[in-house]
């Protein structure tokens, strides 16, 4: 039976190249996909282009360009992203730029775009559609901040309708991250997408899905950050990253580079299969809902293992829409406090710093103080330890945190709270400099639209 090799080559933006050129040093697959994207890095991105309008894009594909790209496109593979962002055309000239500065001739690059909803905002709720909140079920007519920007996670169509019209590279925006690897497969395979689909179909997109979800999870999914795996007795600082065989039924075996670091196994993959799944019998992505009850999960050799099950159902009629708004600055600074009475300080600390800013006329929306070690992950959740361990601990951080609404209240907050580095109780610390002050707060409002508002276009530019 044909089958390809898909392998993926990034989990996150800034993620390590190292494993993704390994892979194409050796050949190691067909395809390599790279998710960039999360809704933490759309406001990651948004703060970018506030700087500077030409920015907006996963700013690693430059050094990607420069080592990854030119290897592939040598070795014959092509490379699908979604690191466009919110700027898929700036990136692919930045990329046509650096590689046309090689001498590398005949690359093209494909720009997919369509995911960017904000000229249609007003018209879609001019059209009675009420963009409630997912999380709230607010209507968006009640939000109270500046919107940025508003981006739809888009399928796998235009993926693979780039990869047909010969793309080396695919620089993709919003485009949900199992479907890179499913516009793939529906390229490769003549795959169907769409509506009325028979359940072979179906299953076929669902097992493309689930493969696209694990490898977008990349080296965690290869053994990084298991708890299933720990203690971890592999090396970590040559993690491989994996790489799925499918067949064209949607059958799959996954590995990794023979050599590499990190573990292949059952228990890496079902660590995984679950992350970000709120539903396992109903994960809804653009193109496919799909039914992962039923998925069977086997090691078949060492760094070996072949998976199967995955049953699909027909797509949903509306595709979720990110709208990014802008809510004002938060502000921080760590202070450390060292033995004796470590906790004690903090704690005398905290009430002073509380009373110094009664006195001041401060524009806060809302504050913390997170104590590094203690509870400054879990906050109120992290059982507090008894008062005979608290009284012998080392040191303990206390983060300050401030959300206001001008871009001088946290300055004066912050500034205000030095003097205690003498005047307070003793053994403070403080960061060096006056902490990170007027960092702009983006939110994002999740919601829905009817997938009839949106229209995906590729785009050809050739180095």
């Given at each position: 039976m044909k089958t390809v090799k898909i392998a993926g080559g990034q989990g996150f933006y800034g993620d390590s190249p190292n494993a993704a050129v390994q892979i194409a040093k050796a050949k190691g697959a067909d395809y390599i996909v790279h998710d960039a994207l999360a809704e933490l890095t759309l406001s990651i991105l948004q703060k970018d282009k506030l700087q500077d309008a030409s920015l907006g894009y996963a700013r690693d594909i430059e050094l990607l360009a420069t080592s990854l790209y030119p290897l592939a496109y040598a070795n014959g593979i092509k490379i699908v992203s979604n690191s466009g962002g919110l700027n898929p055309v700036g990136a692919a000239k930045k990329v046509a730029a650096i590689l046309a500065g090689q001498g590398i001739k005949g690359y093209r690059i494909a720009v997919v775009t369509g995911d960017d909803m904000l000229p249609q905002l007003k018209s879609i709720q001019d059209a009675g559609i009420l963009l409630e909140n997912l999380d709230s079920g607010k209507p968006f007519s009640e939000n109270k901040y500046e919107v940025l920007q508003s981006n739809v996670y888009t399928g796998a169509k235009s993926i693979a309708d780039a990869l047909a019209q010969?793309?080396?590279?695919?620089?993709?925006?919003?485009?949900?991250?199992?479907?890179?690897?499913?516009?793939?497969?529906?390229?490769?395979?003549?795959?169907?997408?769409?509506?009325?689909?028979?359940?072979?179909?179906?299953?076929?997109?669902?097992?493309?899905?689930?493969?696209?979800?694990?490898?977008?999870?990349?080296?965690?999914?290869?053994?990084?950050?298991?708890?299933?795996?720990?203690?971890?007795?592999?090396?970590?600082?040559?993690?491989?990253?994996?790489?799925?065989?499918?067949?064209?039924?949607?059958?799959?075996?996954?590995?990794?580079?023979?050599?590499?670091?990190?573990?292949?196994?059952?228990?890496?993959?079902?660590?995984?299969?679950?992350?970000?799944?709120?539903?396992?019998?109903?994960?809804?992505?653009?193109?496919?809902?799909?039914?992962?009850?039923?998925?069977?999960?086997?090691?078949?050799?060492?760094?070996?293992?072949?998976?199967?099950?995955?049953?699909?159902?027909?797509?949903?009629?509306?595709?979720?829409?990110?709208?990014?708004?802008?809510?004002?600055?938060?502000?921080?600074?760590?202070?450390?406090?060292?033995?004796?009475?470590?906790?004690?300080?903090?704690?005398?600390?905290?009430?002073?710093?509380?009373?110094?800013?009664?006195?001041?006329?401060?524009?806060?929306?809302?504050?913390?103080?997170?104590?590094?070690?203690?509870?400054?992950?879990?906050?109120?959740?992290a059982p507090m330890p008894p008062k005979e361990i608290l009284d012998e601990l080392n040191e303990i951080g206390v983060r300050v945190v401030i959300k206001h609404n001008d871009n001088r209240t946290g300055k004066m907050a912050l500034q205000s709270l030095f003097c205690l580095g003498l005047n307070g109780p003793p053994g403070l610390i403080g960061m060096p400099g006056w902490g990170k002050q007027d960092k702009v707060v983006l939110s994002l409002w999740p919601s829905l639209i009817p997938r009839n508002w949106v229209e995906e276009k590729t785009e050809m530019v050739e180095v």
């Open positions: 010969g793309a080396n590279l695919v620089l993709a925006g919003r485009v949900a991250d199992p479907c890179l690897t499913l516009g793939v497969l529906v390229h490769h395979f003549g795959w169907k997408i769409g509506e009325g689909l028979s359940q072979q179909d179906l299953d076929r997109l669902a097992s493309g899905i689930a493969v696209g979800h694990l490898l977008e999870c990349g080296g965690q999914a290869s053994g990084g950050n298991s708890y299933a795996e720990w203690p971890m007795n592999y090396s970590l600082s040559n993690l491989a990253y994996p790489i799925a065989e499918v067949a064209e039924d949607g059958s799959v075996v996954f590995s990794i580079l023979e050599g590499q670091g990190g573990k292949m196994s059952r228990n890496t993959l079902r660590e995984q299969l679950i992350y970000e799944i709120h539903d396992p019998a109903n994960y809804i992505t653009p193109d496919v809902i799909v039914d992962l009850t039923r998925v069977k999960i086997e090691d078949i050799g060492p760094n070996r293992v072949r998976f199967a099950g995955a049953k699909g159902k027909s797509r949903p009629g509306k595709l979720k829409l990110t709208i990014g708004l802008m809510e004002g600055y938060m502000s921080e600074q760590f202070f450390f406090f060292s033995w004796p009475y470590a906790y004690e300080k903090t704690q005398r600390f905290i009430e002073t710093a509380k009373e110094i800013w009664s006195k001041l006329p401060l524009n806060m929306e809302r504050f913390e103080f997170q104590l590094v070690g203690l509870n400054g992950i879990h906050g109120a959740a």
